[in-house]
């Protein structure tokens, strides 16, 4: 069982960063593969970056285009997204996943409760 508590989300302005944070709790975070949703005002969740259990490997959704960086502090139980030159269609809820680490991976077993992001133009 693993536990996730987004923090860092807020109001900011086009043009700025921002970082949000995941932790984690409960056994073998090193284990488990970790990623960001997000989910606009009346839209879909859709996929935003993952990274797999060690941090060597990370993916990222098409619309990010270089501007986000997903990373993780295993000694810490922490994932992080790193968000730069946000735009006003960035604005949603984000949402921390995790699930353990496999080849494929089609299902997010764990989900955090969101930390809404709001960039105004």
């Known amino acids: 069982q693993v536990q996730l508590v987004e923090s860092g989300g807020g109001l900011v302005q086009a043009g700025d960063s921002l970082r949000l944070s995941c932790a984690a709790s409960?056994?073998?975070?090193?284990?488990?593969?970790m990623s960001w949703f997000r989910q606009p005002p009346g839209d879909e969740r859709r996929f935003v970056a993952q990274i797999n259990w060690n941090g060597a490997s990370a993916s990222y959704g098409d619309f990010v285009k270089g501007r986000f960086t997903i990373s993780r502090d295993n000694a810490k139980n922490m994932v992080y997204l790193q968000m730069n030159s946000l735009k006003p269609d960035d604005t949603a809820v984000y949402y921390c996943?995790?699930?353990?680490?496999?080849?494929?991976?089609?299902?997010?077993?764990?989900w955090g409760q969101g930390t809404q992001v709001t960039v105004s133009s």
């Open positions: 409960g056994a073998s975070f090193s284990s488990y593969a």
């Open positions: 996943a995790a699930t353990p680490d496999s080849l494929g991976i089609t299902e997010w077993e764990y």
